[in-house]
């Protein structure tokens, strides 16, 4: 689960609080950024190219270490397939279930999966990647660019 760090009163995601994936808790997504840079990465149990996304997610957050808060948003209302796909995928990112699709529309996010969300430190939006990566190094170059932190 995301654990919440502070406040982030300027981020779209503020005062949004959503169940983690893994044992139902709420967790406040703006807080959960812990202050960082984030990566916010919505994906649905059903999406192929987000089953292909999640590992490359997971190798990323391992190399960024703390320099970078990666998060998952499960987008579907079935919590406990996106739970059960984690773990088929062997991926242990925190994650919240979001089945009314409020990041999406906080963000202004397309209605299309997988979808990656760059947030600056202070939670600002800087960029919505309506895309699939399939490399550590892809998300590494737009993190890098967006977001300013080599990884």
């Not at 689960?1 to 997504?29: I, K, M, N, Q, R």
């Not at 149990?45 to 998060?71: K, N």
Request: contains cysteine.
């Amino acid at each position: 689960c995301p654990s919440a760090a502070g406040a982030s009163a300027g981020s779209p995601l503020a005062g949004l609080t959503f169940e983690c994936v893994g044992d139902g808790s709420p967790v406040d997504l703006a807080a959960a950024r812990a202050g960082k840079p984030a990566v916010v990465n919505l994906w649905a149990w059903w999406c192929g190219p987000c089953a292909e996304e999640l590992p490359v997610l997971e190798e990323f957050a391992e190399r960024a270490g703390d320099a970078v808060t990666v998060v998952t948003v499960h987008t579907d209302p079935n919590e406990a397939n996106a739970l059960s796909k984690l773990t088929d995928y062997d991926v242990h990112l925190p994650g919240v279930q979001d089945g009314s699709g409020r990041v999406q529309a906080a963000v202004g996010a397309p209605a299309v999966l997988p979808v990656t969300i760059l947030l600056r430190a202070d939670g600002s939006v800087a960029k919505v990647l309506p895309q699939p990566f399939r490399s550590a190094d892809e998300v590494a170059a737009v993190v890098d660019e967006y977001l300013g932190v080599a990884a």
